[in-house]
């Protein structure tokens, strides 16, 4: 899903960066974020930012991916360093079964109606002991958020609960969970002994 005017002028704000650079990025690296010679996707990759604060941590090589063309055209203007591609979260079959080391989501998930499917492509492109790391708000302050911006997110059944009970049943191993006042914070682990698995 694409985000409403109000949220993606949010999203370019200097808060927002703020936000990412001096607080999650931060809270990532004690929960485990060590990205040198890795292999990174970042899911929603909006603008670029989370690629200049990702590449400081010395990935071996970087994606960006983003639904949104003015997203991608922001950050390939801004960071042309970088790669970045238009592409659905929902269908990663661009890139090979465990082709990643570890993949990035800075609260995407609960734009996406499908939210399950991007899961699990998560899962068949991380190689085994490979990391997820997401963040995400409850579903209720979703609704909130919702209420007084008119951001205007899809209506789903996402929610922690809900998320916590796909990781699990799809065999992520959550390593970390960092509950904050705005967001909780994820590190899953792929186990090793894992083999690729298809999206329903």
């Given at each position: 899903?694409?985000?409403?005017?109000?949220?993606?002028?949010?999203?370019?704000?200097?808060?927002?960066?703020?936000?990412?650079?001096?607080?999650?990025?931060?809270?990532?690296?004690r929960m485990g974020l060590h990205l040198?010679?890795?292999?990174?996707?970042?899911?929603?990759?909006?603008?670029?930012?989370?690629?200049?604060?990702?590449?400081?941590?010395?990935?071996?090589?970087?994606?960006?991916?983003?639904?949104?063309?003015?997203?991608?055209?922001?950050?390939?203007?801004?960071?042309?360093?970088?790669?970045?591609?238009?592409?659905?979260?929902?269908?990663?079959?661009?890139?090979?079964?465990?082709?990643?080391?570890?993949?990035?989501?800075?609260?995407?998930?609960?734009?996406?109606?499908?939210?399950?499917?991007?899961?699990?492509?998560?899962?068949?492109?991380?190689?085994?002991?490979?990391?997820?790391?997401?963040?995400?708000?409850?579903?209720?302050?979703?609704?909130?958020?919702?209420?007084?911006?008119?951001?205007?997110?899809?209506?789903?059944?996402?929610?922690?609960?809900?998320?916590?009970?796909?990781?699990?049943?799809?065999?992520?191993?959550?390593?970390?969970?960092?509950?904050?006042?705005?967001?909780?914070?994820?590190?899953?682990?792929?186990?090793?002994?894992?083999?690729?698995?298809?999206?329903?």
């Amino acid at each position: 899903m694409k985000l409403s005017t109000p949220e993606f002028r949010a999203m370019q704000s200097l808060p927002r960066k703020w936000g990412q650079r001096f607080f999650e990025i931060p809270m990532f690296k004690r929960m485990g974020l060590h990205l040198q010679n890795k292999d990174v996707l970042e899911i929603g990759c909006g603008s670029g930012y989370g690629a200049y604060l990702l590449s400081s941590l010395h990935p071996k090589s970087y994606i960006g991916i983003d639904l949104m063309e003015e997203q991608i055209a922001l950050a390939k203007k801004q960071y042309p360093q970088f790669h970045f591609i238009v592409q659905a979260a929902e269908d990663l079959s661009q890139f090979a079964d465990a082709s990643k080391d570890t993949v990035v989501i800075f609260g995407v998930l609960h734009h996406i109606p499908n939210w399950r499917n991007v899961i699990n492509e998560i899962i068949r492109v991380l190689k085994p002991g490979g990391s997820f790391f997401l963040e995400e708000p409850r579903g209720v302050d979703v609704k909130v958020f919702d209420a007084l911006f008119r951001w205007g997110h899809p209506d789903t059944d996402f929610g922690l609960k809900a998320l916590d009970t796909h990781l699990t049943q799809r065999g992520l191993v959550i390593q970390s969970r960092q509950w904050t006042p705005l967001l909780t914070m994820y590190h899953t682990i792929k186990p090793t002994d894992s083999s690729p698995t298809r999206s329903a």
